[in-house]
């Protein structure tokens, strides 16, 4: 009996242990062949990443950059060399120079022999310890160090000023960490030359006179601590400092309600060119030449302001996600090819810049015949190997044909009310919308994903569709606004219409009944 139930323990032991060291062993050798799987495909990605770093090289080289010529000190009033490379780094104040120029207008009026190469790099809310980019924003290449910046002008402070006093010393410490970090992380030149600094104070707040907005005073008390904190960082670092503070709350003050902000602290057209020429003349000790809103100068603005949108594609490419962050597909060669081709644009705009300073003619538009050609990427669709849903050939059913193969629920009943045949404008819709009159408003972006470089500018559009006589069917479609790029959505506002028009948020009104912004 004892042997027996020791044979019987033995046995159940077993048992028992079995599948244990199945699930074991079974493990021990699902886990070699994971990383033998694992192995060979981050090998191949490695690999892949090489050949495509290898690739962009070849679209994107870095060109030798030999020592560049010293630069004059960073002290007012400032001097620049024959192409300098100047580059404007920090928040709204100067990110929304993009959209009006007199600033860089100027520079280019009182240096027209200088041909001074501009590009602006700042961004909304950017603060000296807070610069959020999408994920591997430098995968392809970081336009800041493909540009190579002699000189940097530095706007900070108007948004940490939110953290009053109390963040004064760690704005102060920060600030210095940043330009540290500019300094280390882009020189001049192969041999590490260090680039100049010129630190620009924050502007006041205006009073809106709205009583949903603030009144400034608090704000303009902060901003005055942080435009004296930058001061003190110029002062300590031996650069220069140009204060806009003072002489824009002087400004700001002589006429009530918004004469040069939109909403008391980001500038309008006619609040940029004011700052502009507080700027311009706090570095260059003198008055501007430039003829502000003359024939010409507003000829030289509208070529700086279609080059800094040209190059507002290179450091703010639209899809970002797309382009080189996690939807970042494994075509290499499309977007090296497109950043290429955007600095020779821009590069192209320069040329024009120059000539209309120097009082040559120019062409009414940039010639890009010489600025490359893109890679035209093969499409997916139709691959053996592939998986798809569709049909082996593809077809669109006419509406009518649409509607009579649709299977409805009980009590509906499916109309056509718009369709592009009829009205090409609505093509590639994105959102739709009532308002109170009871017209239907479309967003449509046939630029999506978007803008290929060479193209015309985009013309996404903001759609009204007018059933006129009730009959449940449009009769005519109005344009309301056709200069947007990307308008992934809408919504009325105030007698308005707020709209994304990537990278941005517009406010669009019609203010004369013609149903056009």
């Not at 824009?248 to 004469?259: A, D, R, V």
């Not at 490419?317 to 962050?325: A, E, K």
Request: some cysteine; overall charge negative.
């Amino acid at each position: 009996m004892v042997s027996q139930r020791r044979s019987h323990l033995r046995r159940t032991r077993l048992v028992h242990r079995h599948p244990f060291s199945f699930v074991t062993n079974f493990c021990a050798i699902f886990v070699t062949a994971l990383a033998s799987v694992l192995s060979t495909y981050y090998s191949d990605v490695n690999a892949a990443d090489a050949s495509s770093k290898d690739f962009i090289l070849q679209i994107l080289p870095r060109e030798p950059r030999p020592k560049r010529s010293d630069l004059p000190p960073s002290k007012l009033p400032i001097e620049f060399l024959k192409g300098e490379r100047i580059a404007f780094l920090g928040n709204s104040l100067a990110e929304r120079m993009n959209l009006f120029g007199h600033f860089e207008t100027g520079l280019h009026t009182r240096f027209p022999d200088k041909e001074l190469v501009v590009r602006n790099f700042a961004r909304p809310a950017e603060e000296v310890g807070v610069q959020q980019r999408s994920a591997d924003y430098t995968a392809i290449d970081d336009p800041l160090l493909a540009f190579g910046a002699d000189t940097y002008i530095c706007f900070f402070g108007s948004n940490e000023s939110y953290a009053g006093p109390d963040g004064i010393d760690a704005f102060r410490q920060k600030y210095e960490q940043y330009l540290d970090a500019i300094a280390k992380g882009y020189p001049r030149d192969d041999v590490g030359s260090a680039p100049r600094f010129i630190l620009v104070s924050p502007i006041a707040f205006e009073s809106t006179a709205d009583r949903l907005l603030p009144d400034g005073v608090r704000e303009n008390e902060y901003l005055k601590l942080y435009s004296d904190a930058v001061a003190a960082v110029a002062e300590k670092r031996n650069l220069a400092f140009v204060n806009i503070f003072n002489a824009s709350q002087i400004l700001f003050s002589e006429k009530p309600g918004m004469q040069w902000t939109i909403n008391g602290c980001h500038l309008s057209d006619a609040g940029d060119r004011e700052i502009a020429r507080m700027i311009d003349h706090e570095v260059f000790r003198s008055a501007s030449p430039a003829s502000f809103g003359s024939p010409h100068y507003e000829l030289l603005r509208s070529w700086v302001n279609d080059k800094s949108w040209v190059h507002l594609q290179d450091y703010r490419m639209l899809n970002g996600w797309y382009v080189y962050g996690g939807r970042r597909t494994w075509d290499t060669e499309t977007f090296p090819r497109e950043y290429a081709k955007i600095r020779k644009m821009a590069a192209v705009r320069d040329r024009g810049i120059w000539d209309l300073a120097q009082g040559k003619k120019v062409n009414e538009t940039p010639d890009d015949s010489a600025t490359g050609d893109l890679f035209e990427p093969q499409t997916r669709f139709g691959e053996p190997r592939q998986k798809y849903s569709e049909a082996d050939t593809l077809r669109y059913l006419p509406p009518a044909e649409l509607i009579a193969a649709t299977t409805l629920p009980k009590g509906f009943e499916l109309r056509l009310f718009a369709d592009e045949t009829r009205f090409p404008d609505i093509a590639k819709p994105v959102q739709l919308n009532f308002d109170n009159r009871g017209r239907l408003w479309l967003a449509c972006m046939p630029t999506y994903p978007q803008w290929k470089p060479g193209d015309s500018r985009p013309n996404d559009k903001l759609v009204i569709l007018t059933d006129s006589d009730g009959d449940g069917v449009c009769d005519s479609s109005t344009v309301f606004y056709d200069k947007l790029h990307c308008p992934t959505g809408f919504e009325f506002f105030n007698g308005g219409v707020l709209v994304v028009d990537q990278p941005r948020l517009l406010f669009l009104k019609d203010t004369d009944g013609d149903d056009k912004a």
